[in-house]
RNA sequence: GCCGAAGUGGCGGAAUUGGUAGACGCGCUGGACUCAAAAUCCAGUGGGGCUUAUACCUCGUGCCGGUUCGAGUCCGGCCUUCGGUACCA
C-alpha cells in the first residue's frame, strides 16, 4: 500500500514535468489569432518579404504528412525572417477546382462544391493546429466566382491579343464510357482505369494559350532568377530553342512541298529519304494509290500509342513507304517518302529529312528497311573510305558534298544555309519544343470558358462587364458523352452578345493551371472587386521572394506562372519579369517506397503523432529525417528522439523558470572573464546562433535541429558551473533559436525565463560575438601518404616550421617515416600536414 | 525511351570550397536508480584482425575504371531507386 502511494505521488510529480503540449500549443494558437500577431500591414514596404509555400489542393484526403513536410518547414524559414526583423506575409489558400473531386463526385454523388467546401473547412481546421502563421485575412480559394472570374477575364485580355486561340487536338476517349480521360485515367497498356476497354485517340476543337510566343524571353528569364539549376535546366529542356533551317523539298510530281526542319543542313547532301508523321496532312494528299492500303493500315495502328511508345530509342522503328519521292534541294536527287512513327506532327513540320549516315534513329531506320546509309561528314582521323558501324553525330570535314565538300561541318551549317536562303530553297528558323498550352478541359469542376457560339456571328467572346460566367450548380457530371455543362439546357443556351440570337456557350473549362498562374498576385487583396488583383500591392509585393513547393511542378506549373506573369506584365498589370525570385522544392515523402496517395492507400495520417506528441515535436522531427529536398521515405523510428529533446528543453527552461527576474544578461562577454565552463557555454551559444542562421537561411533543417541538440546538451553539462546572467544569456538565445522550428514551446520557453509578449509582436534575434567563434587549439591531422596517422593539438595558426618539427618529432610519424625518403610535405593551415614518402 | 535527381553503419542521416568519413538522433549492449518494471541518467557502439591492456593494423561512402600528395566530394562508363514527360496537381 505505502509502495502503492510513493508510485502514485512520483508518477504525479513526473505528470507535472512532462511538457503538457496540449495546453501550451493551444494557449499559443489563441494568443497569436486574438492578438492578430500574424496579420501583415502590407502597407509597411521596409524590410517586406513575401514568402510563399504552393497552396493546398483540397481533394478527399486531409492533411497528410506531405503537407506537413511541405508546409511546416516553410514556415519556420519564415518565422525565421520575421525575428530576424523583416515584414513577412506568408498566405495560405485553396487549389479548389479539378478533377479528383469530380470523380469523388461520380463514385459517390457527392457535389464537387459541397465536398470541397467540406474539405477546405476541415482542412483550414487542420492548418491551425499546425501553428503557422499565416496571415488568415488573405485566404483565399479557386472554385468561388469572386476568384475564378478572373480567370475569365485573364482568359479574354489573351484572346483580345490574339494569345488565345482554337485548334484540333487530340484526347484520350473512352469508347465504352462515352467521356474523355486524363492521362492518368489511362492505364500503362493503354486502357481505361473505369472499365479496361482500349482508350482512342479523338480529335477535338480547343482552346491553347500562345505560350510559345514567350518561349524565348522564358528561356532568357531563367538567369535573372535564383532557381535551383536542376530546375531551370529541366525548364530549359522543356523549352528546347533549337537553331536551325527549314528546307523544302519538291515533290517529284506533285504541287505539294514538303518543308523539313534541320539543325543539320550541313548533311543535305546524306539525306536518301524524307519521312512524314502519321499525323501529317501530307500523308493521304502524297501516297501514291498502289500503297494506299499499307499506309492507312499503318496510320491506324500508331493511333493507340502513346508518344512516349513512338519515340522510344529501344522500341523497334516501325514505318512504311508512301511511293512518293521527294527532290533533295541540293543535288536534285531523288529519294523515297516514308511514314513513320518515330516522326511527330507536334514538333517542328511534321516532317523530316533523313540522314542515316549522322543520326542515330535515321541510322537504325535505314539499316532496318535496307535504305541507303551515306558518309557526307568525315570523322577527324578516320578515311572516307572507312564503312559506318553507327551513325556519327559529331562534327567534321564535309565529303561528297558538292561544292561545299573540304568545308569544316561547323561551317558548313552557314554556308549551307546561306545557299538555300539564296536560292529560296529553306531559311533559317528558330523550333522550340515546348508546344502551346492546352486549357481546354472536358469536364464539370472547373472554369467556364467565356465563349459563346453564334450561328451568325460565330466565336463570341462574353463581354468583360457580363462576367462571371457562372458554374452552374445542377449538372449531371456523369452525362455520358464529352463535357457534363453540354447537357446542361439551361446553360448551355444562350442569347449571343453580339446579335442576340440563340448561340450557344463553350461547354469545356480552364485547365486548373490558369488557376494557379497568377494567385500569388490575387493573395495580396484576395476581396479586391475593381479588377483581377490590386496593381499596386502587387507592384510592391511582387515577384514573391520565397516560393517552395513539390520539384514535380518544375515544368509545368512553374512555367506556366512565368508566362502569366509576363503577360500580365505586358497589358500593364505588374511592373516585374518574374513571378517567383527564389525557389525551393521540398523533397516527396513516400511511404514504402511509393508516392503517398489516396488510390494507393499508404497516406500517413499525421493526426495520431499530434495527439501523442504535439504539432511542434512533429513538424520538427519531419526536418530531423534528411534533407529537405531529399525528402524521403516515411518511418516513425526517430520521433521519440526529437520528443526527448523538447522534454529535456522544456525541463531546462522549467528548472530556471522567471530567472531574467532575477538578473540581466549582457550584450556580450569577455572570453578572459569566464571560467572554463562558461567559456564553454559562452562559446557553444554563438557558434550554435551562428551556424543556425547558415543552415535556416539554406533549407537545411536537420542539421538546424542537430544544433540545438548540441547546444542542449552543452548546457546541461555545465550549466552548474555557469553564473546566473550567463545561464540567462544562454536561455534567452536558446529560446529565439526553438521559436521557428518548434514555434509553441520557443513561446513558452520565452515567457517561462519571464517574457512578458510573444516574440513574434516584438522580434528578437541576438547578435553574435563573433570573438566567441575563434579558437585557442586546433587538431590537425597528420597523414603519411594520404593515410591519416596522427593527430597533434596545436595553438592556432602556428607557423609551418613549428607544426612540422611537431609532426616529425611525434613517434607514430617517426614509425611510418623511419628510413624512407620524404618525397613532399603538404600543409593546409590548421587542419592537415600530409608527408609523402618512398 | 527522353529530361532531371538520389545511392554513406543495424536505421534516418552528417561531412558548407577535394583535406581527420560516420556530427545529431533512433536502435542495440552494459551500468546506475527500482522489490521489479517503465521512465530517466551515465558509458559504449562501422566491419575485420591483433593485444593482458593502452594501443596498433586493415577494409570501408551502389558497381568498374581514372585524375590527385589526398576523392563520399572531380572525370568516364554502368547498376538501382525516385520525380517529370504536356488532361493528377
Given amino acids: 500500500m505505502i509502495t502503492f502511494l510513493i508510485n502514485f505521488f512520483r508518477i504525479l510529480e513526473r505528470v507535472e514535468m512532462k511538457y503538457p503540449f496540449a495546453e501550451v500549443e493551444k494557449k499559443w494558437q489563441s494568443y497569436w489569432e486574438n492578438n492578430q500577431v500574424f496579420k501583415t500591414d502590407l502597407a509597411d514596404l521596409e524590410k517586406k518579404l513575401y514568402c510563399l509555400v504552393m497552396f493546398i489542393y483540397p481533394s478527399g484526403s486531409k492533411l497528410h504528412c506531405g503537407h506537413w513536410y511541405n508546409y511546416g518547414p516553410t514556415d519556420s524559414w519564415a518565422r525565421f525572417k520575421k525575428l530576424q526583423g523583416y515584414n513577412v506575409f506568408e498566405p495560405m489558400g485553396y487549389d479548389a477546382f479539378g478533377l479528383p473531386a469530380e470523380n469523388y463526385a461520380i463514385k459517390t454523388g457527392i457535389h464537387p462544391q459541397d465536398s470541397t467546401f467540406t474539405n477546405i473547412d476541415d482542412i483550414r481546421n487542420q492548418l491551425k493546429h499546425m501553428g503557422c502563421m499565416y496571415d488568415w485575412s488573405a485566404e483565399l480559394m479557386t472554385c468561388v466566382p469572386e476568384y475564378y472570374k478572373w480567370n475569365q477575364w485573364l482568359f479574354l485580355q489573351l484572346y483580345k491579343r490574339g494569345l488565345a486561340y482554337r485548334k484540333k487536338a487530340p484526347v484520350n476517349w473512352c469508347p465504352s464510357c462515352q467521356t474523355v480521360l486524363a492521362n492518368e485515367q489511362v492505364q500503362q497498356d493503354g486502357s481505361c482505369e473505369r472499365c479496361g476497354t482500349m482508350v482512342e485517340h479523338k480529335n477535338l476543337t480547343q482552346w491553347f494559350f500562345k505560350i510559345t510566343d514567350y518561349a524565348d524571353e522564358l528561356l532568357d528569364g531563367l538567369n535573372k532568377i535564383d532557381w535551383p539549376d536542376k530546375t531551370k535546366l529541366m525548364q530549359t529542356n522543356w523549352i528546347g530553342k533549337s537553331v536551325g533551317t527549314e528546307v523544302k523539298f519538291r515533290v517529284e510530281g506533285h504541287d505539294e512541298t514538303i518543308t523539313v526542319f534541320t539543325t543539320r543542313p550541313d548533311t543535305l547532301f546524306g539525306v536518301t529519304y524524307a519521312v512524314l508523321a502519321p499525323e501529317s496532312e501530307l500523308v493521304e494528299k502524297l501516297t501514291t494509290d498502289e500503297y494506299k492500303e499499307t499506309v492507312q493500315k499503318y496510320v491506324d495502328s500508331v493511333k493507340s500509342l502513346t508518344e512516349i511508345e513512338r519515340t522510344s530509342t529501344v522500341k523497334e522503328k516501325t514505318g512504311v513507304p508512301t511511293g512518293a519521292f521527294a527532290i533533295n534541294p541540293v543535288n536534285g536527287e531523288k529519294v523515297p517518302i516514308w511514314v513513320a512513327d518515330y516522326v511527330l506532327a507536334s514538333y517542328g513540320t511534321g516532317s523530316v529529312m ?21 558518309k557526307v561528314i568525315l570523322e577527324p582521323g578516320k578515311n572516307p573510305e572507312d564503312k559506318l558501324e553507327e551513325a556519327y553525330t559529331d562534327a567534321g570535314t564535309m565529303i561528297n558534298s558538292g561544292e561545299f565538300s573540304g568545308l569544316n561541318s561547323d561551317d558548313g551549317i552557314e554556308k549551307v544555309s546561306d545557299w538555300l536562303e539564296e536560292k529560296s530553297l529553306g531559311n533559317r528558323k528558330t523550333n522550340f519544343r515546348l508546344r502551346d498550352w492546352l486549357i481546354s478541359r472536358q469536364r464539370y469542376w472547373g472554369t467556364p470558358i467565356p465563349v459563346v457560339y453564334c450561328d451568325k456571328c460565330g466565336e463570341v467572346p462574353i463581354p468583360e462587364d457580363q462576367l462571371p460566367v457562372t458554374l452552374p450548380y445542377d449538372v449531371n457530371i456523369k452525362s455520358d458523352g464529352g463535357s457534363p455543362l453540354a447537357k446542361n439546357e439551361e446553360f448551355i ?140 521515405d516515411w518511418s516513425d523510428k526517430g520521433i521519440v528522439g526529437v520528443d526527448r529533446f523538447v522534454q529535456r528543453t522544456y525541463s531546462l527552461f522549467k528548472k530556471y523558470e522567471g530567472i531574467s527576474k532575477e538578473s540581466e544578461s549582457k550584450d556580450a562577454y569577455e572570453l578572459s572573464d569566464l571560467n572554463e565552463n562558461e567559456k564553454s557555454v559562452y562559446r557553444k551559444v554563438n557558434h550554435t546562433l551562428n551556424k543556425f542562421s547558415e543552415e535556416i537561411e539554406h533549407f537545411r533543417f536537420n542539421t538546424a535541429v542537430a544544433l540545438l541538440m548540441e547546444l542542449l546538451n552543452e548546457l546541461n553539462k555545465n550549466f552548474e558551473q555557469c553564473r546566473i546572467d550567463l545561464i540567462v544569456y544562454s536561455l534567452e538565445r536558446f529560446s529565439a533559436l526553438l521559436s521557428p522550428l518548434a514555434p509553441h514551446l520557443g513561446e513558452e520557453c520565452w515567457g517561462l525565463i519571464g517574457r512578458e509578449k510573444s516574440m513574434y509582436e516584438d522580434p528578437v534575434w541576438f547578435e553574435i560575438d563573433t570573438k566567441a567563434l575563434t579558437v585557442d587549439n586546433v587538431t590537425i591531422a597528420v597523414q603519411v601518404n594520404g593515410k591519416l596517422r596522427a593527430k597533434i593539438d596545436m595553438p592556432v595558426d602556428t607557423p609551418q616550421d613549428e607544426v612540422k618539427s611537431a609532426v616529425f618529432n611525434d613517434d607514430k610519424v617517426k614509425s611510418h617515416t623511419d628510413g624512407k625518403t620524404v618525397v613532399k610535405e603538404i600543409y593546409v593551415p590548421n587542419k592537415i600536414y600530409n608527408i609523402v614518402v618512398k
Fill in 493 to 632: 443556351n444562350t442569347a449571343c452578345p453580339q446579335c442576340g440570337g440563340a448561340a450557344k456557350r463553350d461547354a469545356d473549362t480552364m485547365d486548373t493551371f490558369v488557376d494557379s498562374s497568377w494567385y500569388y498576385l490575387r493573395y495580396l487583396n484576395p476581396n479586391f472587386n475593381d479588377g483581377m488583383f490590386d496593381t499596386k500591392l502587387a507592384n510592391e509585393w511582387t515577384p514573391v521572394d520565397m516560393y517552395v513547393g513539390g520539384a514535380e511542378h518544375a515544368t509545368m506549373h512553374l512555367l506556366y506562372a512565368r508566362f502569366i506573369h509576363k503577360f500580365l506584365r505586358d497589358i500593364g498589370m505588374v511592373n516585374s519579369d518574374e513571378p517567383f525570385a527564389k525557389l525551393v522544392h521540398q523533397g516527396t515523402i513516400t511511404n514504402q517506397g511509393a508516392k503517398m496517395s489516396k488510390s494507393k492507400g499508404n497516406v500517413v495520417n499525421p493526426d495520431s503523432f499530434i495527439n501523442d506528441y504535439g504539432s511542434d515535436v512533429f513538424r520538427m522531427y519531419l526536418m530531423f529525417m534528411g534533407p529537405y529536398e531529399l525528402g524521403g
Fill in 354 to 374: 533523313a540522314v542515316p549516315g549522322h543520326d542515330e534513329r535515321d541510322f537504325e531506320f535505314a539499316e532496318k528497311f535496307g535504305l541507303p546509309i551515306r
